[in-house]
């Protein structure tokens, strides 16, 4: 059965299994302290033209979120974020666990803006009762969104400036990174991002990684005993090498790019195979996610064929369902999706 | 340079790489719902004569103790462990963070017994102040312990016997289980451990894979909604399948006990070398971790050309240092070692 | 200068003061353990129609509702309440620092409905992530809202039973819990309360006591080892006869509901005499707390010569404010009041 | 009967309670923000010799410990006490359940002393394996302590040397403040105090008031947002007032210090007492708890006609007690029990 369903479903691009089984008996110090992990820091800060870059690697998505927000925000302070963002829904109250508040803003498309920040901001200082709320200490951005939308580079630097302007940090989700990046609509690099954000992650589990994310803290901000944080929230791998090595293969020879536009010129393929036969696009996503809308018994006629994943209702005689591309996704196998339309 | 520094100084064992090389491009639904976790539960509970077993997996150690304690615990209950216990010293603080006080038990050789359980237990609840005390709600033990020492059957049946008069769960983590099951001097098969723990975990990280263990739940006790706790933590793999190939292969053809006898026949050439030349150690330790008494001089020398871990100061010319063997060790890098004393 | 900012401007009913200055040197034990404690609760439970209720006498409302929603909830559990709940708004994240989220519904005057929350219930379990997302644990209602308004019996009943469709607790913040039973609109009792609501408290700080409110479990639910997870929280009192005392005094000759109908009445005739001068109110609250809207200028004349609460802006040239009225509140203070509008 | 059981077994000084009885209705804003709070600081202040003092008042000592103590710790550090020490053994978790670690030290005769906490620090940072254990990062003492002993000035300020050698906070637990102040065998004043610890407490709920304790930071080190903190731990009271109007009858005309004063010379006219009749005590306690040793007979005998607790068995015949007088212990109290024995 085909699968569009999401960008984790095969294993890990096959330079980073191949680095794997090169390396395996190497003997190396644990905790992240051996020489790929120190490999993969340099690789990575080249990209990133941000020679103060401090970076630490961890293995999934929601763990980063909950760590760095954690270690950044104050025990008075919550995290603004779109309503929409991955925090705010879906991950099982793990800021919240860790005690703060997720403050949600009205999301447009998945993004959130520089006014949005700005009005909770000088709204919650003028709150005479502000001692008694939540205070906003950090902003939570997803680029892509779970839109699949993309933040413009003006977008992002007025975000950036709205958050020096209240001395709260910007915080990047890149859990999809590469596919921000090497969208054909974008005008914001990796550089860019570092220079903006004060700490970003770079996702790899939904890039080419069997596991992993790499934490960039931009502004000589890493937190002290950080490493001890990470311990303390169970995070810090034995065998860090795990996380160095796979880092270290997709930032070789361009990998981490090449197979992120892969993954977004099949995107495209997908697009304009569904909207040269008549369908419509709840979204029109740059990204490596698109929203179509399908007619109810389409959607089923098609469920037994392909695994493509729910997202809303649209109207009664409609669904709007996603079809996510990866780096592992085949010409082939759009192919035969568009052949089954 | 040799190491013995630690267990997981290599990568995986190459049957678990085999495996993930051949699975690599099959595509799996995410979170732990792919075949192969299924396939490697299904291999494990054979082992354990525990038809009602459950198994989540779950990337290391320190994680694995910090949700199996904080889901088991009540808010008002701490665990008990021996103060060498590795969730006592080098967690970081991780049960802690999620609200439990550790109660420590003086340890003898890294072990605590029944009648300490019992005492305290008893003793708690005859303190007219005990609302006001933190009420033991659990029993963790290690095995192999930190100090490479092992439960007897009788001794391991006398604590399970303890914690069931007082209805309170016995929790064994095994990061090193394998190196205790497969040492000459035990007499505790795993599938004692499902029978007298409640919960206990297999590690993996340790022997043979790149990471992962197995968490078990024998009595029908899963906590409810555990999948959304492992999320709220933060240790929900995307990429499930990692945990469950690795699993997968390790309990495929004895690979799992094979690879941890040849751990502990390598430590048993180890020990036997050193003593054949006059070194003491300070524990007679029955698994992969051999505690060698050297004298400083010696270390030094030996530092040079060998890696391995400082324990503890022994007299004022002696040292305690740990070497650790593993499945990845060669009998000639014991043998190199021997040669170097 | 007039006061009418809120209904815990004064110190406590004289009769609460005379019971505390005669018990004074009466030797007690601690920790809620005295007689007075012990009366307070018979005669609350007198009141209730519910022989198995349980109560327990806390300090202030924030701790009582983070108490109560810790020890109820689940770990992975959220609490539902209107988006305009004190737990949601003004507790500077006292449920989420202790690890549970606040699952907000949109708010109609204060107030949620049964539809809302079967919606909600439903809405989460048919959703294919649900175990990524915060299950709901409970329902946090005021009564009277934050707004004034009261749940009528039929709404109350009807919330009830959509708990119990789905045996999660219903719990009623119960802070001005006098002003809304001696409403001249309400058709809701204590013993309905008692009978509907699986916890709730009955608010002392604003009802003629210095401190505290008596939480009442109703259904032979209340949370093992509860004094130590009051304890843990750091909200037990050494001289817990303060807080037993107090109630006592409330609850005899009737002197909580004498009370709160000064207050209704004072209320009632403070809004008269605004509406009979023109005013319009931004809700028709039947309980202690009166939303008057001002035209601006007005505003800054009263400022003046009174204290009272801005609540929001209405548009360019009025302004909302709050009038709250109290045990405390004298005739003469209303007609000062009213004379200078 | 007779009751030395605690310092906590009637309410209030007359004094205290006069002054909430005058100042009762009058009108004053909540949450601490009230006239008589700010007097009471402006008293206490005039005591410390500490213009920079800033000062706010809780409700009972495991509030004030566990709100301190999670409010200087950073989230990876720990807290440094006696394992005799308040929140190591007497407050059901409170401070682990904020997620700290308390950090235990073996006692004499409840104190730790300068050279334990350099030991600590330093072998903490000698490990190499210190970024997987918890840091020590403040330290506490109490004093009086557990055992009515008293840190000298000589003690209290190596104490404190250490403490700023690490650029670790010092904070003393003064819930019996009073007591050890006005013995007859201290060195230490109040102003010591405010010089040596970074942050301290005077007790009042066992010295004079229904509730309450005085919390000083005295280096310009009050957290920010520390009303937010107070607030999210449920703690801030409405009637911020009820604090504010106690500790200023307290800190007016001596009060404070005569009342402990008076506690002392009960406590040694019983010391005396026993002394004289051949009784052994336990501890030269200089403050007002005195242990006892009692032949168990006696003990049974004793009990029927007066109150004390248990504090432990002495050998197989005898039993050590604590007799404990305060404010409110008369001298023939004290009398009739000296000639029961």
Chains 1, 2, 3, 4 share one sequence.
């Not at 760590?67 to 879906?90: C, P, Q, R």
């Amino acid at each position: 059965m085909l699968s569009f369903e999401n960008d984790y479903s095969e294993g890990a691009h096959e330079m980073v299994l191949k680095l794997l089984l090169e390396t395996n008996m190497q003997q190396e110090s644990g905790y992240g302290t051996d020489t790929f992990t120190q490999l993969a820091k340099e690789k990575i800060k080249e990209q990133l033209d941000c020679p103060e870059a401090e970076i630490k690697f961890l293995v999934g998505g929601t763990q980063t979120n909950q760590i760095v927000i954690t270690a950044l925000l104050k025990n008075y302070e919550g995290v603004l974020a779109a309503d929409t963002g991955h925090i705010s829904t879906h991950e099982a109250g793990a800021i919240e666990f860790c005690g703060h508040k997720v403050l949600t803003l009205p999301h447009n498309l998945g993004k959130i803006n520089a006014d949005q920040i700005r009005d909770y901001v000088e709204t919650f200082y003028a709150d005479g009762n502000h001692e008694h709320m939540v205070a906003p200490g950090m902003v939570y951005i997803s680029h892509p969104t779970e839109y699949g939308t993309l933040y413009s580079m003006e977008e992002l630097a007025s975000l950036s400036a709205a958050c020096r302007e209240f001395e709260i940090p910007l915080y990047l989700d890149g859990a999809r990174l590469g596919y921000g990046l090497m969208s054909e609509e974008t005008d914001v690099t990796m550089a860019d991002i570092a220079r903006l954000c004060d700490v970003f992650y770079i996702g790899g589990t939904k890039v080419g990684a069997l596991c992993g994310e790499a934490l960039v803290f931009t502004k000589n901000n890493l937190p002290k005993h950080f490493v001890s944080t990470i311990k303390q929230h169970g995070a810090l791998l034995a065998k860090g090498r795990l996380l160095g090595i796979q880092f270290l293969a997709l930032f070789s020879d361009n990998l981490y790019f090449d197979i992120s536009r892969h993954a977004i010129n099949m995107a495209q393929l997908l697009k304009n195979g569904f909207t040269q036969k008549g369908y419509q696009t709840l979204i029109d996503s740059p990204t490596n996610q698109q929203f179509i809308i399908l007619e109810n018994e389409k959607l089923k006629a098609l469920q037994q064929q392909v695994r493509f994943s729910f997202w809303e209702k649209y109207d009664d005689a409609h669904t709007v369902v996603r079809f996510a591309t990866s780096w592992a996704t085949t010409k082939e196998s759009v192919e035969q999706l568009l052949a089954l339309i």
